[in-house]
């Protein structure tokens, strides 16, 4: 499935943004061409898409700007054989990308609704190499390590903990401090038993939460 016509104006929008970033991952632009953003959010808002605005979806949540997703999926060097865990599954969007450039991908959301969603989302792709879980997210994953960790709500503090859920020289990529405020996204590596830290780009997203919703 490729995008359809509605879409391709604004994807080819999206990749002029990116290449002035210099961002033109071949790999990269094919995998997202080959997810239609439109297919994980609700009819009324898919035109949006592609407009690098944060769009509504369900459960109070939201799918990050276009530029956002590239940009980090970017950063986190994707490629045949790494493994990645993602926090917050949301749509489905980023882990159906990933799962075309990686071997594995398991994501975890909190809310049990996005979950159910998702996993309708990717089977319609074809894509089985992604285990959606409903999880809390700061507890990480026991199936680790993992050769990749992202990350789409922010940490208040450094994230120490999550060194032992990397792979030695595995890549994190997490936004980064106060839940009310301006947050920067940061690309940590492990190095050792220690983070190597590389602040990214400023962001606003949610602080992430405790537990899992009880309700949805």
Known sequence: MSLGEEEREGFAAFMLRMR????????????????????????????????NRTVP???????????????????L????????????TGSGYTSAVMARMAERVLTLDRYKRLCEQARLRHEAFGLSNIIVRQADGLEGAPEGPFDRIVVWAAFEELPRRFVDFLASGGV???????????????RFTKIGSRFERMDLEAVRLQPLTKGVALAL
């Open 172 to 186: 994190m990529i997490a936004p980064l401090g106060p839940p009310e405020d301006e947050q920067t996204m940061v």
């Open 57 to 75: 979806i369900e459960c109070g949540e939201t799918l990050e700007p276009c530029d956002l997703h590239g940009a980090v999926l970017h950063w």
């Open 77 to 88: 060097d994707l490629k045949p054989g790494v493994r990645v865990l993602e926090i917050g």
């Open 20 to 51: 002035a970033r210099g961002i033109g991952s071949k790999e990269l632009f094919a995998a997202m061409e080959a997810t239609p953003r439109a297919s994980f959010v609700p009819a009324e808002w898919q035109k949006w898409v592609w407009s």
